[in-house]
T-cell receptor, first 111, second 115 residues
């Protein structure tokens, strides 16, 4: 069955520093992987997805993610964090008829 | 605003009451999904529609939960005889393509509190 795991409940970074939010996956067949962000009391906003092709996927708000097949990972990255990036981040994998989400990682960017 | 909309945004009800939530998908999106999100967890899939057909409902949490999409546009999710454990955020998403190319776009959610 398709699944993802986010090993860190929380990530703290200083503004201006690079950030990484980790995600590992377990799939049968080709992985279709996604990152979403959730601000307080809001729904999920789509950031980016990996279908096939380049291992480095660029998305919204300066985020990118690196697909690594050998490590079964799909980490979210940003070269320079902003305080406004503070939010809850979810990794997800496409299942048969649904999306399967990780438990989320709370990112806090401190000024 | 052409995104997914959900109403109401918040609902407080007493245990045992019935509640109904509405979702309006992005115009012309033929797929519509319902998810539940509890505190500290990612969204959990409940059911989905392609046009007016409900193609997956085995993961609705109990027979107290039901969903409809009568004309293939908006959808409603009903919870009968609510319980305190039903307190959660209920999210709706829509998409226009199936398979690996699909991207689901989410609404703002309806937060339910059962007293």
């Amino acid at each position: 069955a398709q699944s993802v795991a986010q090993p860190e409940d929380q990530v703290n970074v200083a503004e201006g520093n690079p950030l990484t939010v980790k995600c590992t996956y377990s799939v049968s067949g080709n992985p279709y992987l996604f990152w979403y962000v959730q601000y307080p009391n809001r729904g999920l906003q789509f950031l980016l997805k990996y279908i096939t092709g380049d291992n480095l996927v660029k998305g919204s708000y300066g985020f990118e993610a690196e697909f690594n097949k050998s490590q079964t990972s799909f980490h979210l990255k940003k070269p320079s964090a902003l305080v406004s990036d503070s939010a809850l981040y979810f990794c997800a994998v496409r299942g048969h008829n649904d999306m399967r989400f990780g438990a989320g990682t709370r990112l806090t960017v401190k000024p | 605003d052409t995104g997914v909309s959900q109403n109401p945004r918040h609902k407080i009800t007493k245990r045992g009451q019935n509640v109904t939530f509405r979702c309006d998908p992005i115009s012309e999106h033929n797929r519509l999904y319902w998810y539940r999100q509890t505190l500290g967890q990612g969204p959990e899939f409940l059911t989905y529609f392609q046009n007016e057909a409900q193609l997956e409902k085995s993961r609705l949490l109990s027979d107290r939960f039901s969903a409809e999409r009568p004309k293939g546009s908006f959808s409603t999710l009903e919870i009968q005889r609510t319980e305190q454990g039903d307190s959660a955020m209920y999210l709706c998403a829509s998409s226009s393509r199936a398979g690996g190319q699909e991207t689901q776009y989410f609404g703002p959610g309806t937060r339910l509190l059962v007293l």
